[in-house]
Antibody, heavy 125, light 111 residues
Framework: QVQLQQWGAGLLKPSETLSLTCAVY????????WSWIRQSPDKGLEWIGE???????NYNPSLTSRVTISVDTSKNQFSLKVNSVTAADTAVYYC???????????????????WGQGTTVTVSS | QSVLTQPPSASGTPGQTVTISCSGS????????VIWYQHLPGTAPNLLIY???QRPAGVPDRFSGSKSGTSASLAISGLQSEDEANYYC????????????FGGGTKLTVL
């Protein structure tokens, strides 16, 4: 059974860089879209971006200027960096496994079916 | 402001059927399939529905999804107390190189 285990610094000061890593255990790393999602206090879910084992990325247009997602296939891990954080970046951050397919020329997004446990990140001076 | 629009709250009594709506546009729901997540506080979100109306293994058939045009709905029948949670719709959006968009979430209260 696939499990995602994530870790990273939980307390940052404004202007610092947020850095989180997610390790994939018990399943294939290839063929999936490894994603980061966050939930700010009292707000809904926000998709941050995704990466494949071939290092192809997609980012949320509202965050793309500050976000970098990378992958280390030798360790079955992927990472998130968010530059120049502010209080607005305070959130619970999740990593997750996404699935897509193309069937008879039709693109299908199947959502994220395996999630990490979440990491609370607080940005405060 | 979320790209997909959901009612902020919904409620029902045990045994009832509750429906949660999700409204989008041609670049997301109108073109792509809809996903629903259940999110209990303090836990990771759980995939409830994918491909508009498909349930992953282990999700009870009390949960069902539908889509029409640029809108979608999640129906929960035989409401149970453990269904009290936040529910989010999501979809792939084809604009701006493609990305995932979420609804703002609906807090379901079981009275």
């Amino acid at each position: 059974q696939v499990q995602l285990q994530q870790w990273g610094a939980g307390l940052l000061k404004p202007s610092e860089t947020l850095s989180l890593t997610c390790a994939v255990y018990g399943g294939s790393f290839n063929g999936f879209y490894w994603s980061w999602i966050r939930q700010s206090p009292d707000k809904g879910l926000e998709w941050i971006g995704e990466i494949t084992h071939k290092k192809a990325t997609n980012y949320n247009p509202s965050l793309t200027s500050r976000v970098t997602i990378s992958v280390d296939t030798s360790k079955n891990q992927f990472s998130l960096k968010v530059n120049s954080v502010t209080a607005a970046d305070t959130a619970v951050y999740y990593c997750a496994r996404g699935r897509k397919a193309v069937l008879r020329a039709t693109f299908l997004y199947y959502g994220m079916d395996v999630w990490g446990q979440g990491t609370t990140v607080t940005v405060s001076s | 402001q979320s790209v997909l629009t959901q009612p902020p709250s919904a409620s029902g009594t045990p045994g009832q059927t509750v429906t949660i709506s999700c409204s989008g546009s041609t670049s997301n729901i109108g073109t792509n399939t809809v996903i629903w997540y259940q999110h209990l506080p303090g836990t990771a979100p759980n995939l409830l529905i994918y491909n508009n109306n498909q349930r992953p293994a282990g999700v009870p058939d009390r949960f069902s999804g539908s889509k029409s045009g640029t809108s979608a709905s999640l129906a929960i029948s035989g409401l149970q107390s453990e269904d009290e949670a936040n529910y989010y719709c999501a979809a792939w959006d084809d604009s701006l190189n493609g990305h995932v968009v979420f609804g703002g979430g609906t807090k379901l209260t079981v009275l």
